[in-house]
Nanobody, 121 residues
């Protein structure tokens, strides 16, 4: 069993900043990648940012230049620094990990329960 726990969400005014964190724990063999997905009310859950075990990153076009993803491999933790926040950034941010679970076996996708980010105009 693997669990992803997010923190750092909250209410912030437009132009402000938040820093999200997500820690994976449990029967982890290895982590291929970790990332953040956002789901706005009534909308698709879309990729915001992702980072691989090798350090490669990719971002949604809408957040490039404003958000930065980073990780601490030793702690199985991924961070998302969000600056210059806009109301359109509002949503539930879900941590995602593609990893090998000792119990499950091959590469498997795990999701956190989400943390709410609300940006007021």
């Amino acid at each position: 069993h693997v669990q992803l726990v997010e923190s750092g969400g909250g209410l912030v005014q437009a132009g402000g900043s938040l820093r999200l964190s997500c820690t994976a724990s449990g029967s982890i063999d290895s982590i291929n990648s970790m990332g953040w997905y956002r789901q706005a009310p009534g909308e698709q859950r879309d990729l915001v940012a992702r980072i691989t075990s090798g350090g490669s990153t990719n971002y949604a076009d809408s957040v490039k230049g404003r958000f930065t993803i980073s990780r601490d491999n030793a702690k199985n933790t991924v961070y998302l620094q969000m600056n210059s926040l806009k109301p359109e950034d509002t949503g539930i941010y879900y941590c995602h990990a593609k990893l090998r679970d000792i119990v499950v076996g091959p590469l498997y996708n795990y999701w956190g329960q989400g943390t709410q980010v609300t940006v007021s105009s």
